[in-house]
């Protein structure tokens, strides 16, 4: 299925990662957008295994108590609002750059969505999802 053209989209604009309604392919088994590439207009679309991610990085990121103080941190992370918490190892690459390193892979990170810290019941901090790897 690599780099199979399967047809045209409404604007880039009308997907999120993820989604796995209205996108008027039909396929062997459903698809689901992977990515959506602004710059070329395009959205790449592929089976739901495809979506697993280890790992996320986040920038603007902002700590409650001021900075972290160590540069490794195993905690737990939501990437969406209802999300339970992930269990995850946050490292440290820059002032306000995080890795966020998952301990089983996760459904779905979708850059330019928060991702917010935990330990516990307290509330570490959050940033912004740049990206992730599969």
């Not at 207009?41 to 700590?63: C, F, P, S, T």
């Amino acid at each position: 299925m690599s780099g199979v053209k399967l047809g045209k989209h409404q604007g880039y604009h009308r997907y999120t990662i993820g989604q796995r309604q209205g996108l008027g392919v039909a396929w062997s088994k459903p698809l689901y957008v992977l990515d959506i590439l602004p710059n070329e207009k395009r959205i790449i679309v592929g089976e739901k295994e495809y979506l697993q991610n280890l790992d996320l990085r986040a920038d603007q990121v902002h700590w409650i108590s001021g900075n972290l103080k160590t540069d490794a941190l195993r905690c737990q992370v939501k990437i969406r609002y209802a999300a339970e918490a992930i269990p995850a190892t946050l490292v440290v690459e820059g002032q306000n750059t995080v890795r966020v390193q998952f301990e089983k892979p996760v459904f779905a990170v979708t850059p330019g969505q928060t991702v917010v810290f935990y330990l516990g019941d307290e509330v570490l901090g959050g940033g912004r999802i740049l990206n992730h790897n599969r």
